[in-house]
């Protein structure tokens, strides 16, 4: 079992940064891949990037490619998201999830979810 809690949202201006962060407790966090996924109202939910469990593999949508960085410390049981020249379409509640780190990709084996923290952008 793995609890996960986001924080770091807020209302922000096109352009603007922010950095989400997700910490997590239970199970060692090392043993987990770690991704962040986004819903905005009315629509489905997408992935917007993912770390392997030792840091080393990145993946990123290709909407947020060169926009944003996804890190880790396992020893705070922390991974972040940080975001840059945010945008409108950007807005959405933004959430973390655990996938066990024996899956190498894809969108299966997320078995827990935080609750997520909502990202606004104003034009």
């Known amino acids: 079992q793995v609890q996960l809690v986001e924080s770091g949202g807020g209302f922000v201006q096109a352009g603007d940064s922010l950095r989400l962060s997700c910490e997590a407790s239970?199970?060692?966090?090392?043993?987990?891949?770690m991704g962040w996924f986004r819903q905005a109202p009315g629509k489905e939910r997408e992935f917007v990037a993912r770390?392997?469990?030792?840091?080393?593999?990145?993946n990123y949508a290709d909407s947020m490619k060169g926009r944003c960085t996804i890190s880790r410390d396992n020893a705070k049981n922390t991974v972040y998201l940080q975001m840059n020249s945010l945008k409108p379409e950007d807005t959405a509640v933004y959430y973390c999830?655990?996938?066990?780190?024996?899956?190498?990709?894809?969108?299966?084996?997320?078995?827990?979810w935080g609750h997520g923290t909502q990202v606004t952008v104003s034009s």
């Open positions: 999830a655990a996938q066990h780190r024996t899956f190498l990709g894809g969108v299966g084996g997320y078995d827990y």
């Open positions: 770390i392997s469990w030792g840091g080393a593999s990145k």
């Open positions: 239970g199970r060692t966090f090392s043993s987990y891949n």
